[in-house]
C-alpha cells in the first residue's frame, strides 16, 4: 500500500462487526497499528488475532461501552498512560432504533445521542490535537445517506445524528484541513452488516431487496476519499442519486417520496 496512511495508528470505534471491522482490516493492510474500541470484548480479540496473523497488525482492544457517559474520557486516559497518540480516528459506532420518538423511552434516546453524536465529538476533541500538532491527521465519520433525508416515522433521532456528524465534519475540515488533518463525512446507504440484527428490522431489510453494498466497498471509498482531503463521500451509483435526488427536490416532494417507504423498515411501538 503507498497512501500515506502506512505505520499510523488507527482507533476505530464500532470494530466488532460490520464497517468497523472492515475499516480495521483495510487500515491492518495498509501497515497501521489499531486500538479496536466496542463492547464486544470477545470480537475485538479475535480480530485483533486474525489482523496479527495476517499482516503482524499491533492491535488494542478496548471495551467500552460509549453510552456511558465518561467512556471517551476513559479511553483518552487509557491511550495517554499508554503514550498512544491515534492518527487515525473512525468514529463509526452506531445503531439507530426503529421505533417512533414515543416509542422508545428516554434512557434508549439518551444512549442513542451518547454513542451517535456526543461520543464522535468527544474523541475528535480528545485526539485532535495531537493530530495538528504532528501537522498529520485523518478522521472519518461515519454518517449515512440519511444525513440528507427530510426525516420519516420512526429512527427519529437517526438523521438528526447523520446530519450532526456531517456537518461536524465540515466545519472541522474548515478549521484543521491546512494543518494537515483531513476531516470526511462517509455516507453510505444500506451496507451489509449486523445493523439490521442490532435494531430488529433484519425482516423488514430482506422483503424490502434493497441494493446493498459490502463493508469493504464503503471502507475502500472512504480511505480513498479521505486520503484526497474530501469533506463528504456518498458511496454507490445509486445513493449518489438519491442524494442528488434529495438536494434539488422541495422538502415536501422528498418526504412525500421517502415517508411511506420509510415507515416499512420501522417497527410497530
Ligand atoms: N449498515 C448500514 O446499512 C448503514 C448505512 C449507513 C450508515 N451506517 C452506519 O455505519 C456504522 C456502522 O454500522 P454497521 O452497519 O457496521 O452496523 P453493525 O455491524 O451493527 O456495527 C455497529 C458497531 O457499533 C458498535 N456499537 C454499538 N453500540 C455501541 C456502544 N454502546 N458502545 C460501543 N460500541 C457500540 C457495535 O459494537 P458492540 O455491539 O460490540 O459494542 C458494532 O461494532 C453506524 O454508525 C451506522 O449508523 C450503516
Known sequence: MSDSSNARIALITGASSGIGAAFARAYAARGCGLVLVARRM???EALA???KNAHGTKSLPVRADLAKPGAVQEIAGELARRRLFPDILVNNAGYSIARTFLGADWPAQQDFIEVCV??????SRALLPAMVEKGWGRIINVSSIAAFSPGAKGH???PAAKAFLLKMSQSLAAEVSEKGVHVTALCPGQTESEFADANGTRGEIARARMPTQTPDEVVKAAIRANERGREIIVTGLRNRLAVAAMKVLPDGLSAALIRPRAAKFSLPD
Open 156 to 158: 427519529t433521532l437517526y
Open 49 to 51: 488475532k486474525e489482523l
Open 42 to 44: 470477545e470480537r475485538l
Open 118 to 123: 456526543t461520543a464522535p465529538a468527544a474523541l
